[in-house]
């Protein structure tokens, strides 16, 4: 364990000109969140409420026959018994998914519940709404359904053989944009190329080539999905949802329900958590149906072992990575094939992970073919830095292989090829000002680098990450009160303390104490239209939006005082809340008198604000961790780990810091323990927190954070999201240091104890 | 079904009685009858600790105790922790120290704390680290918590 | 979850004339950290939980320097670490007590429960089994004992017959020059279930070098906790040297028969055995020694 050396938390470089930006505020939901009377998903209770439940398949891979219902039906306490046949025809409609782009919807209703086919374990198949949940489980032993068991296909690459069993006998690969001419798993094959790899590879002293594989992950969000539907016998339908957008949320559900989107209300609750796994609808509209049938609200709440069986893991993958570099470690060219699992339906995060995969390096000559694949495994769901860490950790292990071919250090080679402002990355769009160069330069002068590493079977380990991040479309609503406080209502659910970076941003503008403006994140016909909390944009975009409210509502008191002064707008200046004349007659007033003044003269103050940035800038993060493998049985402790990341600019640090801890700790997870691990039957066998082993705190030492700030000239305040990019490196940073400790390269995640056991076996 | 039973308990200081079936558990009953949401279902086997709450002074998971096992005993939950002097100090220090980001995990690691503190009021970070290693947080990477914990520990000695 | 009836019984007849009515319809509810979530989970039917925390035999946790120790079957294992003169004696149970869960399950959760669950990779049941603990089992006929080597069966079962419980365990005094430990290998540093356990115990000639009685006991090896006699035998009479050591491990790896699952495969489990019988050796001299 790594002693409490770093108690004090870093302090981050603050420019003097910010009042409120850059401090550490006590966040506005933290009184409710710390005394338990914050409501999240399963909190909601209403009166006449009833429980839903959900069947879901024991088979991987299965027709369904038939299914009958009539004894649930009839037991006491049942109200409602629903299956996919209550749902609308999908049609040839499509559904937006946010951050994931828009979707087919025929196969998200599918996925939400098997219509003809169940294509993972626990597919949910049928569901019922009881008078306590207990009922509405015995309720669900009691449907019987005829299944005609399918072999199931549960890895990528032997699901790309052309004689594997199909999970869809309507898909064809769209081939570089064509329609194949037979139906496969592979849902797409897409390529990027630029330069020539010919020519790359001839330049190189050293050429490496390797595969790579993830197994499949969970976000692992403590709070299970829940939602709870009111339909009324009007036709309005109320949600309670805890999800990472009540707007996708809706567009989702009106969808699938073919209703009127003027119909359904969206009322987010507190969520516990999504990295991405709170995007897609999974009960939401089974809780609609259900109300719909029993008319009472109904309450779909999974446990632990539904939520594993049943959402978003991020995809396993396969990568075949070639790079060759020269003597002076300059990389010349990078060939790759990446191969990433769907799950039951189309639509994995491939395209992502080519777009990131070299993006923290200037490679002239790089082709990367992408496949998406279906397999019999859960429909797979954004994961923090969706698709990055697949194809990064491939990279950024074969990086750390030069370096020992080259006698090369970690830091310098990434200095050397590190991306620039106006590089061009491998999908031909050059790169705004970033802080690559930056971030690493702060890696290798920090006191863990500089500080050498002692003693047997330790070894320290380097890796670099790059996050695309998100602009998308936030909204805001800030009305001035009497009082001079501000009330702002938002639309992006905040599941890390962003009611507070959101809202720093415009007590900023208004140079107010950010304890005088009042943040709410709102239902759906309350505030315009929001994208997810997803993309680490909810800071940099929706705070984007906080921002031009602050600048609107100046403008207004701007005009208000001018007004009472019986001067030119231009010539009243606010700052530090306090509203004076530039004429040189030296009238002011406070901000709050000009608020009660206006208030009591029913003037209103505010402001509705909409934006769609674009200009989000890329997030780069390097780390630096020490291990230390017990050789006889393999286990690695994690003895230091220092993260180091631009953040643009760090609007509230300690959840800049928290973002960046949070993240190391899941990509250790990801790069130690965490797997799902199915049987030959390809029925998953440890969907429980017991054996999906996510690290406690006894796993692991304090994460010593730096944050570097090279504003985004994209955003007011220079902020770049920084929520997802901590999450790419620590795999390839674990297993460098797990090959430098003991002399052993692992390409296959996780690195189990196990699994290093049997490399050290091999390797002796 | 079986007929439901009567339970007499101490719940946050107030004497408290309810009915319940025996299959429910203690955290149904303190969330679907009693109203007490905050303690979390995060796994509902033990798993997660995010129904933490302290049963006659020892910290237990409420999820895997029955409803009908408390008759008779105390039973303290986050919602009791508040006093009249307003939060206490591992409430604060947890926001001091934006121990919490979702903040599902946060009233189960609060009571964690708690008890961990009136056992070992000068606990270290290992500690901390190995008491609350049944309290699974997948936000924070524990750093903070780890944190908010030891800072509390000045504050409760002197509350003392 | 199903429905069941709750009785919490304050007397041992009570309890056994409860499950004379209900048979193997009937379980005996210690800390409820298996039992209750089998129930939910649909893995155990049950119409009558019988809630033994409340009979005193159930709950006895007492030393006599004679008879050695009591430990009733329902006594949580925060009981037992807390209690300092018993944890001192009995080292090796103590291990297993501290790393059994978390703080919360082991809050709840008993040797008694733990070795009724009858789990092949049970951390308790190394652990008695290198102490020699006996069960104490009451039924209608009166009262029997077992040896805790002898009480499992096969995975999930074990010698109780249906309208029998387990009371308590009884565990020799330690001897002179006596030391104990076990441990077991999880990926993570607690809240796992084991990949290989190991429980130990090393009573040493007043020379502190040779072995006089050994027992090593492994957990997740086999359909039921194991005692390796054939470890035992390479140790007894001899200087508890590396080769002596070496000796055991072998013996340890031998005895495993494992399967492949998805907490380590056989060839790994194997391989952990010999690594955790001699570091339970290593340990196990190392409190002799200190005896």
Same mark, same amino acid.
């Given at each position: 364990m790594n002693p409490t050396q770093t108690l004090e938390p870093v302090e981050t470089e603050v420019?003097?000109?910010?009042?409120?930006?850059?401090t550490r505020p006590i966040r506005h939901d933290g009184v409710d969140k710390v005394t338990g009377r914050a409501v999240y998903g399963a909190d909601v209770q209403l009166p006449g409420m009833l429980h839903g439940k959900v069947l879901r398949s024991p088979h991987a891979h299965a027709l369904i026959k038939s299914i009958d219902t009539e004894k649930a039906e009839a037991l006491? *306490?049942?109200?409602a018994v629903m299956t996919?046949? !209550?749902?609308p025809d999908a049609g040839s409609r499509t559904a937006n998914l946010g951050e994931l782009g828009e979707v087919p919807l025929k196969p998200m209703c599918d996925n939400v519940m098997a219509s003809d086919k169940?294509?993972?374990?626990?597919?949910?198949?049928a569901a019922v709404a009881a008078t306590s949940p207990h009922i509405a489980e015995e309720a669900l032993k009691l449907i019987e359904v005829d299944y005609e068991v399918l072999p199931p296909v549960m890895d990528v690459l032997k699901a790309m053989d052309e004689d594997s069993p199909l999970l869809h006998e309507d898909l064809y690969t769209d081939e570089l944009g064509e329609k194949s001419s037979r139906p496969s798993n592979v849902a797409s094959h897409s390529r990027h190329v630029k330069g020539d790899l010919g020519e790359g590879f001839a330049a190189a002293d050293h050429v490496l080539e390797r595969e790579y594989r993830c197994a499949t992950v969970h976000q692992g969000y403590i709070e299970p999905h829940a939602a709870t539907a009111m339909w009324n016998p009007d036709g309005y339908l109320t949600m309670w949802v805890t999800t990472q957008g009540a707007f996708a949320v809706r567009t989702s559900v009106h969808q699938i329900l073919d209703? +009127?989107?003027?119909?359904l209300k969206v009322i987010p609750t507190?969520? *516990?958590?999504?990295?991405?796994?709170?995007i897609p609808v999974y009960g939401e509209p089974v809780a609609a149906v259900l109300s719909r049938k029993a008319r009472r609200p109904v309450k779909v709440v999974m446990d632990r072992t539904e939520v594993f069986l049943a959402t978003g893991p991020t995809s396993g993958s396969y990568v075949k990575l070639k790079m060759g570099v020269t003597n002076? &470690?300059?990389?010349t060219a990078a060939e790759t094939m990446l191969a990433y699992e769907a799950g039951g339906y189309p639509g994995s995060i491939v395209a992502l992970g080519g777009i990131c995969m070299f993006a923290p390096y200037n490679i002239d000559n790089t082709t990367i073919d992408m496949y998406d694949v279906v397999v019999n495994k859960p429909k797979t769901a954004a994961y923090r830095a969706p698709g990055a860490p697949n194809s990064e950790f491939a990279v950024e292990c074969m990086l750390d292989e030069f370096c020992q071919i080259l006698d090369m250090d970690p830091m310098e080679i990434r200095l050397k090829n590190g991306a620039k402002e106006g590089d061009i990355q491998s999908h031909g769009i050059p790169h705004p000002r970033i802080g690559c160069i930056e971030t690493t330069e702060a890696a290798r002068d920090c006191e863990h680098y500089r500080t050498p590493l002692e003693g047997p079977n330790r070894g320290r380990g380097v890796a670099s990450g790059y996050w695309v991040n998100a602009g998308l479309t936030s909204s805001v609503t800030a009305r001035l009160n009497g009082d001079g406080t501000v009330t702002l209502q938002e639309g992006s659910t905040d599941i890390g303390g962003t009611r507070t970076s959101i809202a720093m941003q415009l007590a900023e503008v208004l140079g107010?104490?950010?304890?005088d403006v009042v943040p709410s994140v709102v239902d759906t016909d309350s505030v315009g239209y929001t994208e997810v909390?997803?993309?680490?944009?909810v800071t940099f975009a929706t705070g984007w939006a906080a921002y031009n409210a602050g600048q609107a509502i100046k403008s207004q008191l701007i005009e208000q005082a001018a007004e009472v002064w019986k001067? #030119?707008?231009?010539?009243v200046s606010l700052a530090d809340g306090v509203l004076a004349t530039t004429?040189? #007659? %030296?009238r002011s007033m406070t901000l709050k008198e000009l608020a009660a003044d206006l208030s009591q003269k029913g003037i209103d103050v505010g402001s509705r604000e909409t934006v769609t940035p674009q200009n989000h800038g890329g997030a780069y993060a390097t780390h630096v961790v020490d291990v230390e493998v !017990?050789?006889?049985?393999?286990k690695v402790t994690i003895l230091r780990y220092t993260a180091v990341q631009d953040a643009?600019?760090?609007?509230?640090p300690s959840y800049v810091e928290g973002q960046m801890q949070g993240g190391v700790v899941q990509g250790i997870g990801w790069a130690l323990n965490e797997e799902y691990f199915y049987n030959e039957d390809g029925?998953?066998?440890?969907?429980s927190f017991l054996d999906y082993r996510m690290p406690t %705190?006894? #796993?692991?030492p304090m994460i010593e954070t730096i944050i570097v700030e090279v504003p985004n000239p994209g955003h007011p305040y220079g902020v770049r999201g920084v929520?997802?990019?901590? @999450?790419? +490196?620590p795999q390839a940073a674990i297993s460098n240091a797990i090959a430098r400790a003991v002399g052993v390269r692992l390409?296959?995640?996780?690195?189990?104890p196990q699994a290093v056991v049997k490399a050290l076996s091999a390797k002796s | 079904m079986a007929s439901k039973v009567h339970v007499a308990a101490t719940i946050n200081g107030e004497p408290v009685e309810f009915l319940c079936e025996p299959r429910q558990s203690l955290l149904e009953v303190l969330r679907d009858?009693?109203?007490?949401?905050?303690?979390?279902? &995060?796994?509902?086997?033990?798993?997660?600790?995010?129904?933490s709450v302290i049963l006659d002074g020892l910290l237990v998971?409420?999820? @895997?105790?029955?409803?009908?096992?408390? #008759?008779g005993c105390t039973v303290e939950t986050?919602? &009791?922790?508040?006093g009249s002097e307003g939060l206490h100090p591992l409430q604060q220090t947890f926001l001091e120290n934006a121990?919490?980001?979702?903040?599902?995990?946060t009233p189960g690691f609060i009571m964690a704390g708690k008890a961990l503190l009136e056992k070992?009021?000068?606990?270290?970070e290992g500690d901390i680290r190995h008491w609350c290693a049944g309290n699974l947080c997948?936000?924070?990477?524990y750093d903070k918590i780890v944190r908010a914990i030891l800072d509390a520990e000045p504050q409760l000695e002197v509350k003392k | 979850m199903q429905a069941f009836d709750y009785v919490a019984p304050k007397s041992l007849s009570e309890a056994v004339s409860l499950l004379e009515q209900k048979g193997e319809r009937a379980r005996v509810l210690s800390g409820g950290t298996d039992l209750i979530v089998q129930v939910r989970e649909n893995r155990r039917d049950v119409d009558l939980i019988v809630d033994g925390k409340k009979i005193a035999e159930l709950m006895e946790l007492s030393f006599d320097s004679q008879s050695g120790l009591t430990l009733g079957a329902?006594? +949580?294992?925060v009981r037992f670490y807390e209690d300092a003169r018993i944890s001192q004696l009995y080292p090796g149970l103590n291990d297993a007590a501290l790393l059994i869960g978390g703080t919360q399950i082991q809050n709840r959760a008993s040797f008694g429960g733990n070795l009724c669950n009858?789990?092949?990779?049970?951390?308790s049941i190394p652990a008695l089994i290198a102490h020699s603990a006996v069960c104490l089992i009451a039924g209608s006929g009166g009262t029997h004992t077992v040896p805790v080597e002898e009480f499992c069966t096969a995975p999930g079962r074990n010698?109780?017959? +249906?309208k029998e419980l387990l009371v308590s365990f009884h565990v020799p005094p330690p001897p002179r020059n006596f030391g104990a430990h076990y441990l077991r290998f999880i990926p993570?540093?607690?809240m796992d279930i084991a990949v290989v356990g190991c429980g130990a115990s090393l009573e040493m000639e007043s020379d502190g070098r040779t072995v006089k009685k050994a027992r090593v006991s492994l957990g997740a090896v086999a359909p039921t906790p194991l005692l390796v006699a054939e470890a035992a035998a390479a140790l007894? &009479?001899?200087?508890?040297d590396d080769d002596a050591i070496e000796k055991a491990a072998a013996a340890a790896r031998a005895a495993a028969r494992p399967i492949t699952d998805m907490r380590g495969t056989e060839e790994y489990r194997v391989h952990l055995a010999g690594v955790l019988t001699r570091r339970a050796l290593e340990k196990s001299l190392e409190r002799a020694k200190e005896d």
């Open positions: 420019e003097k000109k910010y009042k409120v930006i850059g006491y *306490g049942v109200k996919a046949a !209550d749902f169940a294509v993972y374990h626990g597919h949910a198949v209703i +009127p989107v003027s119909r507190e969520i *516990g958590g999504g990295f991405g796994g709170k002076q &470690g300059r990389i107010i104490p950010v304890e909390t997803g993309g680490s944009r001067v #030119d707008k231009d010539q004429n040189g #007659d %030296s !017990d050789p006889d049985t393999g643009g600019r760090a609007i509230h029925l998953l066998m440890n969907a %705190s006894l #796993d692991l929520g997802e990019v901590p @999450i790419v +490196p390409g296959d995640l996780p690195m189990s | 009858e009693l109203k007490l949401t905050g303690s979390k279902e &995060g796994c509902n086997n033990g798993n997660c600790g995010a129904c998971d409420a999820c @895997i105790v029955l409803g009908a096992e408390v #008759d986050i919602e &009791g922790l508040m121990a919490l980001q979702c903040g599902i995990c070992n009021p000068q606990a270290s997948r936000c924070t990477g | 329902c006594v +949580p294992c009858s789990s092949p990779a049970a951390d010698v109780l017959g +249906p993570r540093n607690e007894e &009479g001899r200087e508890l």
